[in-house]
C-alpha cells in the first residue's frame, strides 16, 4: 500500500510559469519534508512542517514555497520556474515528537523546465 | 547548521567483499544516522539506522558504526551482491533543529561480478 504518493510524477513547465507539486501521506505522521535532488547529488532540504509549523531552510530560495491545509498533504509551489529548477523533488515523513524517526519518502516527482 | 561530509564519492569492489563508506558530520547535537540506498531514478530507502546512544547495529550483511566522540559513522557492507550497486547516502539529524535530515554527498558503489 502506497504510504507516501507524490503527483504528478512527472511535470513539465514552461519557464516562468507556475508549478504545484502534490504530496499525501496515509500515515498520520506529524512531519512533512521537501526536498530537491539534482542529477548525481544528495537531497536537499527545502523546507519542512512540522504539524503546522512550517521551517524553512535558511538557502531555500523565496520561489520555492509550501502549503500544508491538513495532516494528510503538503504542496510544493514554485512560482516562477527557471532552468536550474528542473529536478527530482521528492517528499518525505517522519511520526514525531519526542524523538528523531526514520523518513518514508515518496516516489518523486521529476520536474522538466523548458 | 549541521554540515555531512561522505567518502568516497565512488567505490568499486569485487562481488564477495567488503564496502565501507565513511561519514563525519559537524553538530555534536545530532543524534540519529540512517543510511539510505538509491538506485537510479527510484527513492531513497532506508536501509540501516543509528541513535548516539548506540555504539554499533548490524543487519545481516549490513551494519553500521558510531563514535560520537570523533562525530563520524560508518556503512559497511559485507559479502557484496551486484545488487548492492547503488548510491548510498548517509544523513544526520537532531530533534533540537526541528527533525532536520541533512544528507552526505553520496557514495557510488559499483560491485562487480
Known amino acids: 500500500d502506497a504510504m507516501v504518493i507524490q503527483n504528478p510524477r512527472y511535470q513539465v513547465t514552461q519557464f516562468g510559469k507556475p508549478v504545484t507539486l502534490s504530496c499525501s501521506q496515509t500515515?498520520?505522521?506529524?512531519?512533512m519534508y521537501w526536498y530537491q535532488q539534482k542529477s548525481s547529488q544528495a537531497p536537499k532540504l527545502l523546507f519542512h512542517?512540522?504539524?503546522?509549523?512550517?521551517?524553512n531552510e535558511a538557502d531555500t530560495p523565496d520561489n520555492f514555497q509550501s502549503r500544508r491545509p491538513n495532516t494528510s498533504f503538503c504542496f510544493l509551489d514554485i512560482r516562477s520556474p527557471g532552468l536550474g529548477d528542473a529536478a527530482m523533488y521528492l517528499c518525505a515523513t517522519s511520526r514525531g515528537p519526542g524523538n528523531i524517526y526514520e523518513q518514508y519518502f515518496g516516489p518523486g516527482t521529476r520536474l522538466t523546465v523548458t | 547548521g549541521e554540515n555531512v561530509e561522505q567518502h568516497p564519492s565512488t567505490l568499486s569492489v569485487q562481488e564477495g567483499d567488503s564496502a565501507v563508506i565513511k561519514c563525519t558530520y559537524s553538530d555534536s547535537a545530532s543524534n540519529y544516522f540512517p543510511w539510505y540506498k538509491q538506485e537510479l531514478g527510484k527513492r531513497p530507502q532506508l536501509i540501516i539506522d543509528?541513535?548516539?546512544?548506540?555504539g554499533e547495529k548490524k543487519d545481516q550483511r549490513i551494519a553500521v558504526t558510531l563514535n560520537k566522540t570523533a562525530k563520524h559513522f560508518s556503512l559497511h557492507i559485507t559479502e557484496t551482491q551486484p545488487e548492492d550497486s547503488a548510491v548510498y547516502f548517509c544523513?544526520?539529524?537532531?530533534?533540537?533543529?526541528?527533525?532536520?535530515?541533512?544528507f552526505g554527498t553520496g557514495t557510488s558503489l559499483t560491485v562487480i561480478p
Open positions: 543509528i541513535r548516539s546512544n548506540v
Open positions: 512542517y512540522y504539524d503546522k509549523d512550517f521551517n
Open positions: 500515515l498520520n505522521h506529524n512531519v
Open positions: 544523513a544526520a539529524s537532531t530533534r533540537n533543529t526541528g527533525n532536520q535530515f541533512y
